[in-house]
């Protein structure tokens, strides 16, 4: 029988998509084995329809090379059958023109030709090697069963993971691979039934995504169609039978695309529209999504332009004259798939009040649409050939550390079974598009492979985000990496989504069992307390969070901080004094003669917007301007004063107190080389707390007495270039206590 004229793919059973007739492959190889004439050119009739497709891309190809590799096919096959009882030549002639009506060029078609030579003849790789060149020996080589081994129910995963060892990176491989199987599919009928269903959801599982990854359209719908009728038959059957009836009924489609015709012609812009039915499992779809189908469900307008630019021109005059969904509309053109698939997706209501699904692309993008990476000659499939080997090269790794083939079977499922993608805005790098629910460790193993072992953080449109945080569609994400990072925690397994994450995640933790969760890289020295208290003057840096070995200890403890609130081995960080007693005053109150105390939950500096309250004892309690506890204060009702800082003879002194927030991810060394940057702009720590890590990332709160305010803002620059600090800021403390915040007491005039 034909290997094509039972595709159900083609439910009407007329014209291909491309105008082309069915073709009797039996025949044609029948002529073959009979030594059938040739053609004017000197073609066997066989290999007529290959070269005609074939010349339709490239014109002038060396068609006297697939005629050499036919011949020696023909001859090593002759004698051999397929099942359904066709000369086995017949499906190396299927395979084929499949590749060659995609646009496949010269060197695949001749390894299609030839890819059972070597596994079911006598002809030997080199004999290939030899005659054809190294190029077709290696594809030829790539799709050939390595050996022929009973592996029972592991058999299509063995075959399947040969298959990758042997394809490398060449995606010309896959696309062979893929030609073959819808051949294959196409003839399934000749088989046993429960052969049918394990080969048909083999497809569904891996070679249909694969055709996706690809993006091969024109297999991946048509193997949709036929895995469709093997694993559900009365769906399939009642899906055809809605689509054949269609057919007979005047399609409301002609009239849109009528209407559209003129207002394109109109606008000056060259366009072909054209009706581009839906093929059966599509057609299923839209109706388990809408529960009945509309007359214009059928299919959907595609609008082809010579241009890219002409895209957004129609999309214009399509959104003008016609009532554009908003919800229905896609731009796959500035943000092409993972495949360089590019479209631009709308749907309006025509002037009938009809929905219409609207495809706009350029010819160039049709045929990338169509052939994917099979028309290798394209500008556009170049780039996702790229991709599409890179994603091979991470399978390869993956079937390493993964030596039971189930195991690398399940992992393959998993990363082509999500139909649905999100696209995030990765810095640097660009667009990335990951499965729906994708979390930042799966956007950093997806963007830097093993490099993301040194994942140290996140930030989600501009903000800082754990590591786990799921990502949406259209999120800014940038990746924070840190050489030095001591490699993922186990906990990363739970963030990750994508086999391609687990599995690097688990090879690391796998040859490092010794290795410590990152949050136990931070070196902080055994006698270190969560808060430590230093004399004025520079920390040594070989010496980090502990004052000097001679320094005195501090002992102006203010007398109204509440005794059971300062522990033995120093003062809080929080409740350490924001200055010291000087014989200048550091700014001018409205209450004459008021003690001032700068308060010790923001610290204020000068140029610090300040103001004040009266708080215990007369004193006035000075607040920069947007400390959380003015409005606090404010909101119960007291009395604001004005306060600002003296200027000119009377300026602040030097060595007023301030406390800083870094917040940075955790590492080794990072306490060290914090102390070691503020030693190095001359200013002392007088106290320093580290709270316990989270989530890898750690914050330290230090009290710093600095000898000019004018530096507060170097400092702060110097404390964010240490590697890891993503954010140093002015403390502002949790209120914990009133605003009776104890504070060096000066007086005012």
């Known amino acids: 029988m034909s290997a094509e004229v039972h595709s159900p793919g083609n439910p009407a059973g007329g014209a291909r998509r491309r105008g082309r007739a069915r073709l009797d492959l039996r025949r044609l190889g029948r002529v073959a084995l009979l030594g059938g004439a040739s053609s004017r050119d000197g073609l066997p009739h066989a290999l007529e329809h290959v070269a005609k497709a074939h010349r339709g891309f490239y014109p002038d190809a060396d068609i006297a090379t697939l005629r050499t590799a036919y011949l020696l096919a023909e001859d090593a096959h002759r004698g051999q059958t397929r099942k359904s009882g066709d000369p086995y030549i017949t499906h190396p002639l299927a395979v084929t023109l499949i590749l060659a009506e995609l646009g496949a060029e010269t060197t695949t078609l001749t390894a299609s030709l030839l890819h059972d030579t070597v596994e079911d003849t006598e002809v030997t790789l080199d004999q290939v090697r030899s005659g054809f060149g190294e190029e077709v020996a290696y594809l030829v080589d790539g799709v050939t069963k390595l050996e022929k081994v009973d592996y029972g129910a592991a058999a299509e995963p063995e075959t399947f993971r040969k298959m990758l060892v042997a394809t490398g990176s060449d995606v010309r491989v896959m696309s062979i691979k893929l030609a073959d199987r819808l051949h294959n599919m196409r003839t399934l009928g000749v088989m046993r039934r429960e052969k049918q269903v394990r080969i048909a959801r083999v497809t569904h599982d891996v070679l249909i995504p694969l055709a996706e990854r690809l993006g091969v359209q024109a297999i991946k719908t048509e193997l949709e169609d036929l895995v469709f009728a093997v694993l ?88 003008t004259c016609f009532k ?83 195991a690398f079977w399940s992992a393959l499922r998993e ?48 903000r800082l985000a754990g590591l786990g945080t799921r990502l949406r569609d259209g999120d800014a994400l940038t990746l924070l990496l840190a050489p030095e990072a001591s490699g993922p925690a186990p906990e990363w397994l739970d963030h990750a989504q994508t086999p391609a994450a687990r599995i ?123 400390c959380a506890t003015v409005a606090r204060m404010a909101a119960a009702g007291r009395r604001e004063l004005g306060v600002h800082w003296r200027t000119g003879e009377g300026a602040p ?72 600090v993503y954010d140093v800021s002015r403390a502002q403390h949790p209120p914990g206590a009133d605003a009776q915040a104890p504070g060096l007491r000066a007086r005012t005039r």
Request: charged residues 25%; aromatic residues 4%.
């Open 232 to 319: 559900h038959p009365e769906d399939y059957a009642h899906s055809r039978e809605l689509l054949l009836a269609s057919a007979g009924r005047p399609d409301p489609l002609e009239q849109t695309a009528a209407e559209l015709r003129e207002v394109l012609q109109a606008a000056g812009i060259t366009a072909e529209v054209a009706i581009r039915p839906r093929h059966i499992v599509s057609v299923h779809r839209v109706l388990k999504k809408r529960g009945e189908l509309r007359g214009t469900d059928f299919g959907r307008l595609l609008v082809l332009v010579p241009e890219a630019a002409d895209c957004y021109a129609v999309l214009g005059e399509l959104h």
């Open 415 to 462: 990363d082509l079974a999500p139909d649905q993608e999100i696209t995030v805005f990765c810095d640097p790098g660009g667009p990335l598009v990951l499965p729906a629910g994708a979390s930042c460790v799966d956007a950093a193993y997806a963007r830097h492979g093993e490099t993301a072992h040194t994942l140290v953080g996140a930030r989600v449109n501009g």
């Open 504 to 626: 690097a995640i688990t090879r690391w933790l796998t040859d490092h069992p010794a290795a410590q969760p990152a949050d136990a890289a931070l070196p902080v020295p055994a006698d270190y307390a969560p808060a430590v208290r230093a004399a004025p003057g520079p920390v040594a840096a070989d010496a980090p969070g502990d004052a000097p070995a001679d320094a005195a200890p501090v002992e102006d403890v203010p007398d109204d901080v509440p005794a059971d609130r300062v522990p033995a081995d120093g003062i809080p960080a929080d409740e350490v004094p924001a200055d010291i007693p000087r014989a200048a005053e550091p700014a001018v109150a409205e209450l004459p003669d008021a003690a001032l105390r700068l308060a010790r939950c923001c610290t204020p500096v000068p140029p610090d917007a300040v103001t004040g309250f009266v708080v215990r004892g007369g004193a006035v309690a000075v607040h920069r301007a947007q």
């Open 653 to 724: 002194p030097a060595d007023l107190r301030v406390t800083l927030k870094a917040e940075a991810f955790v590492r080794a060394h990072l306490l060290a080389d914090l102390t070691e940057a503020i030693a190095a702009e001359g200013v002392a720590i007088v106290a320093a707390d580290v709270e316990p890590p989270h989530q890898q990332r750690v914050r330290h709160t230090y009290t710093l007495q600095l000898p000019d305010p004018a530096e507060l803002p170097g400092l702060m620059r110097a404390m964010r270039q240490v590697p890891g």
């Open 324 to 406: 554009p969904v908003p919800a229905e509309f896609k731009d796959f053109i500035a943000v092409p798939k993972f495949n360089l698939y590019q479209s631009l997706h709308t749907a309006v209501a025509d002037r009938r009040g009809h929905i219409v699904e609207t495809l706009v692309r350029s010819r160039q993008m049709h045929r990338v649409a169509e052939a994917g990476v099979v028309a290798l000659a394209s500008p556009l499939a170049r780039p996702a050939a790229g991709q599409v080997g890179d994603w091979l090269k991470r399978l390869l790794e993956w079937q390493r550390s993964t030596p039971d083939p189930d």
